[in-house]
């Protein structure tokens, strides 16, 4: 997308975000906007929330102040989209990870008139969590994480260590006094 103004100043917007911006910010205010601007604006969030990317804050300003409804929408659709990102966050396993996002997509209401951006939402969620580093290690099960988390590193208690000469059992502050203190010998 490149759009050129012949003003005194040329500029060259090439991004979403620029044009948002120079909506915005060259009107000053949204009532001082041309109807243009306005439908401009419109398409580029509606285009947003169709693709499932999240809004800026100066989109969810305009949406506030222009047009409450889908405002409310919005706003519902990044609340749920946010949830969904905490509790993947929080899956022990590649397995859950794909009930959760399963869990989250039949919750949808097939009346829901969000349904379109909640599925596109979920979806570029599922996609960029699928691609991060905290995916990639997680366990394929969830037998598998159950096991990791109950069996520690084998090396992190290691009985057959050399240096380890504590019998815990017979162990007192006292006795660990008792034997820091100097020794004095009495010949007579």
Same mark, same amino acid.
């Given at each position: 997308?490149?759009?050129? #103004? ?15 911006? &120079? ?66 966050? &929080? ?30 939402? #979920? ?33 992190? #208690? ?7 000469? &504590? ?16 020794? #004095?010998?009495?010949?007579?």
């Amino acid at each position: 997308m490149n759009v050129l #103004f012949q003003k005194e100043e040329d500029k060259k917007i090439t991004t979403q975000r620029e044009l948002v911006e &120079h909506l915005l910010a060259g009107s000053g205010d949204v009532d001082e906007m041309s109807e243009e601007n306005r439908r401009e604006m419109d398409a580029i969030i509606m285009a947003k929330l169709k693709s499932g990317k999240k809004l800026l804050q100066k989109e969810l300003d305009y949406l506030r102040r222009t047009n409450p409804i889908l405002y409310a929408e919005a706003m519902r659709i990044q609340r749920m989209a946010e949830a969904l990102e905490e509790q993947l966050k &929080h899956a022990k396993s590649k397995e859950e990870v794909n009930q959760i996002f399963t869990t989250a997509l039949s919750g949808i209401s097939k009346n829901d008139p969000d349904r379109e951006y909640l599925i596109a939402s #979920f979806n570029r969620i599922s996609e960029e969590f699928r691609k991060s580093k905290a995916y990639n290690e997680l366990p394929t099960t969830i037998e598998e994480a159950k096991k990791k988390q109950a069996d520690p590193d084998p090396d992190l #208690f290691n009985e057959d260590d050399e240096d380890d000469d &504590h019998d815990l059992k017979n162990w007192s502050p006292l006795q660990e006094m008792f034997d820091q203190m100097p020794s #004095f010998s009495v010949s007579a």
